[in-house]
């Protein structure tokens, strides 16, 4: 990067290639040409930033200023303004909250301050689809330091003594999952990354594949060498079209540098990645599972032992990796295994991803140490409740985790907390919720997600899930008793202890942790037939006050369905029978008349 | 459903995609997405021809189509629409955005309207949260979408579009 003088950065993540961020690339590339600059600014697309909500962001090099919300045609003033003049763009920079002075650097930003970035250390700084840029970033650096001063067994200690539990949700910790598959005897081994991220809401893998692709690579051909295996594969959900194409794209290149192929850095060591594709099924998320369907079976998951380390793919011996865990392993060895566990609590060493979205002010992508509190991530980092609402709870681990509320804020984010606290830590998805979320609804929600990928080979989860739900659904009608209660927690707790797999043991847990931390909203709903944040549709009736309604006519304007009638200035009337109970009158009224019973 | 009869080009397309993965049984997956890929969808007739050429059970064939998500036994929409069902568009209320596209083209999830022009899925989050609630046409992702927005949506498809390119079966 050293012959250009400036780097304009665009996000080319997901969510902000949704809001034209390759427009505001090609605007800037155009413009840059224009002025005559090509020679000393360069544009590069780059991964996710992270920071989603004010997306799409364009990072100026080396100043580091840091444009949100930036739309195509500002792509003339950036390059006239900042580039030529020299001149930062003040509309575009990001506010302070507090007291709406812009901050231009992003090391300034709540935001940012108390991230660490190791997992997400090149995302957004580096042009995933060329791999010079990843290796000026001391990327395959890992790779070679293993194959020509270590043995195997000495990189396989240095990752156990770093510490590192596998972030797919599990823990389980990583440097024993491969002496394990290290040890067994087999003429052919796999290394196998679990890139198939199924958690509704999460999307740190597909952040890091899109933004740092070679990390992942670079780590499975570690991987291939301390277990043996010259075969990897990544299973990846077909969802991910992106992702899909800058791991191939990564592939090929380095295939091209000879970092995957034959002889690796001229030693004997040999290591080849193809792709697998998912086919939208979350279950494949569990390992045995995902390794069926990789054989191109049904995804279903088989009783462990025999683990896959023993006995995996087309019955071979396979490592199965997440790919966060991968993505923290060249750094592992380049700084070694005492910088990661220096980071960390007692038994939760590094930092964890985490998808932090819903009714949050910064909707994004974060790393931060383990140890932090849920309060740091949801108050300084993730800004606090949206629209100054007040904090209810907030969601960990997926469908598999559950609800933790004000009492647990103060709680340090690691495995094991997680899991005494009734929640887990999951693949890093953090849904925040607050006061308006009816948590019975949520609990519903989740369970209609398992219902749906419950692979149906044993009867606790395909029948009993399905019970779960029926009983949540009357319950949300009005129609539950307070014996429905005990039921449910009796019923969780059997399909809890009798499951197959990791999906069916947890899928009670969304349940059982609401029951535990709301349980006021749950005899709400079936005793007084009333739900106190206004959500079950059956339960609610919206109503205008005659006394507090100017007549403005914004609600009547927007009700999608014309129930809404009323004279201008004069008190408005929602009509019942044909209200669909959208609640867009109660948003959008200004004067507090719309009230929901 | 009608028994429909595959067309000499279609049996060829997918004699053909069976063939690059080796008519490999352990590629059925590959294959499917492949097939699929070409065709819009994988009707029952096309199921019954891949089992043939990889030389396994058409019953194993079906298991898995019916088994992921991602793979279609009827023809979608012109444009499929789908509506992001992650837990963060679900908070930020995806429920009500789903139910007015329902009311408006008056058909149920998983269905197509009756000129074939829409039809309607859910989905598991397509990482966009930060856009929540999300709402795809095609590949086309609405971000902030408000149900009363939904009118003018459809309206954009509404007429005068292209149809995407596909192989008729």
Redesign the interface.
């Known amino acids: 990067m050293a012959d250009y003088k400036m780097h304009l950065l665009v996000c080319g993540g997901t969510g902000c290639k949704a809001s034209e961020s390759e427009q505001i690339r090609d605007n800037l590339l155009a413009e840059v040409e224009n002025h005559d600059l090509t020679d000393e600014v360069q544009v590069v697309m780059t991964g996710c930033f992270g920071f989603c909500e004010k997306g799409p962001i364009v990072k100026v090099l080396p100043d580091n200023t840091f444009y949100v919300q930036v739309k195509p045609e500002d792509a003339v003033t950036i390059v006239e303004e900042h580039l030529v003049k020299g001149r930062q763009v003040n509309h575009l920079l990001y506010r302070d909250p507090e007291n709406d002075k812009p901050v231009s650097d992003s090391k300034h930003m709540d935001f940012y301050k108390k991230q660490v970035r190791i997992a997400l250390r090149n995302c957004g700084f580096i042009n995933p689809e060329n791999i010079d840029e990843y290796i000026a970033r001391d990327g395959y650096a890992a790779l070679a330091k293993c194959l020509s001063e270590q043995t195997p067994q000495e990189v396989i200690d240095e990752i156990k003594r770093s510490g590192q539990r596998g972030r797919g949700g599990g823990g389980f910790p990583t440097g024993l999952k491969w002496e394990i598959t290290s040890k067994s005897v087999a003429d052919q081994k796999y290394v196998v990354c679990n890139a198939d991220e199924g958690d509704p809401g999460a999307f740190m893998d597909r952040s890091i594949l899109e933004g740092d692709p070679h990390s992942v690579i670079e780590a499975m051909a570690i991987c291939g060498y301390c277990t043996g295996s010259s075969k990897g594969l990544v299973y990846i959900r077909a969802e991910y079209p992106l992702a899909i194409q800058r791991l191939k794209t990564a592939i090929t290149q380095a295939r091209e540098y000879g970092l995957l192929g034959e002889k690796i850095f001229g030693t004997p060591f040999c290591f080849d990645i193809t792709l697998r594709y998912g086919a939208g099924a979350f279950v494949c998320g569990e390992e045995t599972a995902l390794i069926h369907s990789m054989e191109g079976l049904r995804g279903e998951p088989t009783f462990k032992p025999p683990f896959p380390s023993e006995s995996g793919y087309l019955g071979k011996p396979t490592t199965v990796n997440n790919v966060e865990t991968l993505a923290s392993i060249p750094v592992i060895i380049n700084k070694g295994a005492g910088f990661f566990s220096s980071i960390g609590t007692e038994k939760s060493k590094g930092t964890k991803v985490f998808a932090l979205a819903g009714k949050i002010n910064n909707v994004g992508l974060i790393e931060v140490p383990m140890g932090t509190t849920l309060r740091e991530v949801i108050f300084d980092i993730g800004g606090g409740i949206k629209g100054g609402k007040k904090f209810k709870a907030v969601q960990t681990g997926g469908p598999s985790g559950g609800c933790l509320t004000n009492s647990f804020l103060d709680t340090p984010i690691d495995y094991d907390n997680l899991i005494s606290a009734g929640s887990m830590m999951g693949s890093g998805g953090m849904i925040v919720m607050d006061e308006d979320d009816c948590m019975v609804s949520i609990a519903k929600f989740y369970l209609e997600f398992t219902l749906d990928e419950s692979c149906g080979k044993c009867t606790p989860c395909r029948i009993g899930n399905k019970r779960l739900f029926e009983m949540l659904d009357k319950i949300t009608k009005g129609l539950g008793n307070e014996e429905d209660l005990t039921r449910l927690r009796t019923l969780c707790k059997v399909i809890k202890d009798t499951s197959l797999c990791g999906l069916g043991q947890t899928s009670p847990n969304p349940i059982l942790s609401t029951l535990d931390n709301f349980f006021d909203e749950y005899l709400a709903h079936v005793r007084d037939h009333k739900c106190p944040a206004g959500q079950c549709k059956s339960l609610v009736k919206y109503t205008i006050n005659n006394d507090k309604c100017t007549g403005c006519t914004l609600c009547f304007r927007n009700c999608p369905v014309g129930a809404i009638t009323g004279e201008k200035r004069s008190p408005h009337y929602i009509d019942n029978s044909i209200c669909i109970k959208c609640g867009v009158c109660y948003d959008k009224c200004k004067f507090d008349a719309v009230s929901v019973s | 459903m009608p028994k429909i009869k595959l067309s000499q080009r279609t049996i060829e397309i997918v004699k053909e995609i069976c063939s690059t993965f080796e008519n490999n049984?352990?590629?059925?997956?590959?294959v499917?997405?492949e097939a699929q890929h070409k065709l819009g969808y994988l009707p029952a007739e096309v199921q019954e021809l891949i089992a043939n050429e990889l030389n396994m059970s058409v019953a194993k064939v079906y298991?898995?189509v019916t088994?992921?998500?991602?793979?279609n036994m009827i023809p979608q929409g012109e444009f499929p629409i789908s509506v992001c069902?992650?837990?963060?568009?679900?908070?930020?209320?995806a429920e009500?955005i789903l139910?007015?596209i329902k009311?408006q083209l008056n058909i149920e999830v998983g269905q197509s309207t009756p000129d074939g022009k829409f039809s309607l899925n859910c989905?598991?989050?397509?990482?966009?949260?930060?856009?929540?609630p999300?709402v795809m046409v095609g590949e086309k992702?609405y971000?902030r979408v408000?149900?009363?927005q939904?009118?003018k949506i459809i309206a954009e498809y509404q007429e005068g579009c292209v149809r995407p390119e596909r192989h008729e079966m």
């Open positions: 049984e352990g590629e059925l997956i590959n499917l997405h298991g898995v088994f992921y998500s991602f793979f069902m992650g837990t963060a568009c679900y908070v930020r209320g009500q139910h007015e009311r989905l598991r989050c397509v990482g966009a949260c930060g856009l929540a999300v992702v971000g408000a149900p009363q939904i009118r």
